[in-house]
């Protein structure tokens, strides 16, 4: 029997696990709000499916469901929308997944957190993932998996393109430390846990080497032979303020999970090893 992935809000990181999927024989639908994805969906051999949609009619045949859609100051909006739908295809669904984030730990001064930690979250946008979580998770015979990413980052997306585009900056706050995960340890991790599901898993998504945001985009402007930005103040950077959210929390994450149940080796170990691969792939 061919598995079938049904990937809802099929972005940046859904992207690369269908590309390792569809080598394999997988059938991969991928949803988009933008007709002008298709050809980029069908490049890669997903069924690209025009969203919103009869998710009834598209969970048909469907063994794997994965979501990266966020919630919204109403919850999750496809719950909130298509539950009975998901509800009703529990049965046949092998593995579900939903995509969070290690926002909802909240702020731990740079201190470690692991899945065992308190979900406390300051911000909206943490405060509303942690309830999505508890959505999907307490939904009757849905054998869901919560994968918790750090600040996503990968080929065209990350300190080079910003460097490039003029636009990076050398943010200094005290004690200020992210952790970060390349999209080919994401998908390599929902891989994983497809082949070996544990309903009600949470697992934290993220690299070796929690690291403050200067010292990133420092070593990207090395190897990109370019000076790098001048270091600005929190206080006094312009930022969005969805970007300045992200500031209010510092933490480092631990992902021994991954290691210790789905037998990861990070591909991208630090973020060191990362930029300099994704340069060479470049150059190549």
Known sequence: MTKTLLSLGHGFSARELGRQLVPQGWRVIGTTRKIENFAAFEAEEVEPLLWPCDLEQALQGVTHLLTSVAPDSDGDPIMRHHRAAIEAAAPQLEWVGYLSTTGVYGDHDGGWVDE??????ATIRGQRRVLAEREWLNTPGLPVHVFRLAGIYGPGRGPFAKLRKGVAQRVIKKNQVFSRAHIEDIAQVLEASIAAPNPGGIYNVCDDDPAPPQDVIEYAAELLGMAPPPAVRFEDAEMSPMARSFYSDSKRVRNDRI?????????????????RAMLEVEQS
């Open 116 to 121: 065992d930690s308190p979900t406390d979250p």
């Open 259 to 275: 290691k210790n149940e789905l037998g990861i080796v990070l591909k991208h170990p630090t973020y060191r090893a990362a930029l």
